[in-house]
């Protein structure tokens, strides 16, 4: 029989925040699968080793992914991780691949996902909760209101004109691109809270553009809103 491939989202950074399935998942899961080199390097790992018991003990894949846009290195990169993957399905062990946030939501987890699922193995999502919904109960607002809309978008690609969207703007992954972030927002008239690392021990919280750091962690949100409520 084959193994199953989970994809188990780990939640924002606090491990209470793991949902109960995720936990589960994990704990049934005889390997791991982390998208680094080396589960002391994967943030996923550190969240759900604070919550999942023997996780050391299981054996982990090391699949980590190049900084890169090109999508050809990415490609044989996932390529080359689920085959890895499938390497353990074809033994009948099951691998939980420990991804952050939720596994749809700007994942690279789904690329694997797919191709494991196009070679005719079984592919399982456990959702969790999303980075932003941590954000938005940490600055203990809503995001979107009555017929507001919620738009979420990379940081890492151009910005300008998503921000003419009505509603509030989720600005995933901003900490490389904070300069260009805080510069567009100041030509526009707008401003945002800043939070990196929520959940996590070394969490910081930045109220306006004036205050924001020019670098901050890869795990950094932006949240932009229209001003007052109906």
Known sequence: MKGILYGVGV?????????CLAVETVRKCPVIAVPAEGREHAVSYRIAEGIVQGLEEKECLN???????????LEQNYETAAEKIIGQLKQ???????????????STYIYIHLIVKARGYETRII??????????????????????????IPSTYDIEEALTYP??????????KLPAVKKTLAKKGMTGTMVENCGLSDERIYDN?????????????????ENGHD
């Open 63 to 73: 699949l980590s992914t190049p900084m890169t846009k090109d999508r050809r290195i």
């Open 127 to 152: 959702n969790g909760i999303p980075s932003f919904c941590a954000v938005a109960a940490k600055l203990g607002d809503s995001l979107a209101d009555r017929s507001e809309q919620l738009h979420i």
């Open 11 to 19: 939640g924002p950074g606090d491990p209470r925040l793991m949902t």
């Open 92 to 106: 009948g062990r099951d691998v939980a691949y420990l991804t952050l946030g939720d596994p749809t939501i700007y």
């Open 167 to 176: 509603g509030a703007k989720v600005l995933m992954k901003a900490g490389s």
């Open 209 to 225: 553009i004036e205050d924001m750091p020019d670098t901050a962690s890869y795990y950094t949100i932006v949240v932009v809103k």
